[in-house]
């Protein structure tokens, strides 16, 4: 997932997108999760959407009312079916662009909420429905939309939607207000994540002495539209004028919580703790994107492929996931908001040093972060080092 560069001109994205407008996108991801139909409204057309996942058989029944209802996959689920090649799409092994087109399925007039299912979940235990293609054009701006809105639910990355008769925006939103029906815009659904980072204040701090490391305080940052916090962790007095010894850690409820086996997330993060304490102080920014972006559900998919034979980055994607759904715009500005400008990044991943970087925050040196394996993850540790570039 490519994240958009932060510059001086940040606070200027926030004015863009009012806090009522991230609101309207929150509040659409709510609507995703219950399975009702969403209006996006994009510049020159509108769609009702609702997730794949989560939409019943009222919600298929009304988005049918306004068109032929159309499933939206990403090229990676696509690929995955074996249905990329009917529109052109590039398979797994040679997608470069992390936002590849969305790919369209025309639903069958007898699917229901069960065989859209199907087409979108691989850890379905049936067999998927063969859809009708081809599907009529469709506006790319809105398929792209009910994708992102069915991610930043932590829903499987697919969508049903139908397009609605050319009208005005005030006419699209008068039938929506007429029908309770939440109505959000496809820009604002694509800036959201942006604006969520730099509308991030801090709202509660602590002191919280930990085991290994008792001076230390958390304090929490939330984004304007209220959503789920990011923590900072910071240990002892870190001077903001040095480059200060700072970890990126995304949580991880399986191992942070339970001390899951599976992967090293665990004892990552307990030993940057440690770490950071040896070395005289510095700032753990505990970051809420499970499972590498893609949520603690979706997660628990992934392990269920990889115990088919699947690997770590191959479930994802079979999910139609990035192999890394993760951004680290959130990460960029609590630490500018902390007033560190400059970091010592302890990680193995490159990718976490290039993206704060592309973001404003110089990293001064990369501290590599050693965690023994086990016979558990010693896979997926396999998996870090060769497909995504870890550095053990």
Known sequence: MTEPVLDQSRNAAASELSAAAAIAVD????????????????PQAACLAAAAETVALAGLRRLRQAGPALLVLTGRRAAVLGLAASQGVPTPANLEAPNERPFLVSLPAGADAEAVLRLADPTAVTAALAPDLPPPPFPDELAAASIHLAKLARLLPAAVVSALPPRSAEEHLRMAAAEGILAVRSGDVAAYETTAAVTLQPVGEARVPMEGAEDARIVAFRPSDGSTEHLAIIIGQ??????????????????????SLRCDCGEQLRGAIAEIERQGGGILLYLAQEGRGIGLVNKLRAYRLQDQGADTADANEQLGFEADERIYLAAAEMLRRLGFKTVRLMTNNPDKVAGLERLGIAVAERVPLVIPANRFNRDYLTTKARKFGHMF
């Open 27 to 42: 509040r659409a991801t709510t609507e995703f999760r219950r399975g009702q139909p969403v209006l996006i409204l994009g």
């Open 238 to 259: 870190p001077d903001p004028a040095k480059p200060a010894l700072a970890r990126l850690h995304s949580e991880c409820f399986t191992g942070d919580l339970l001390g």
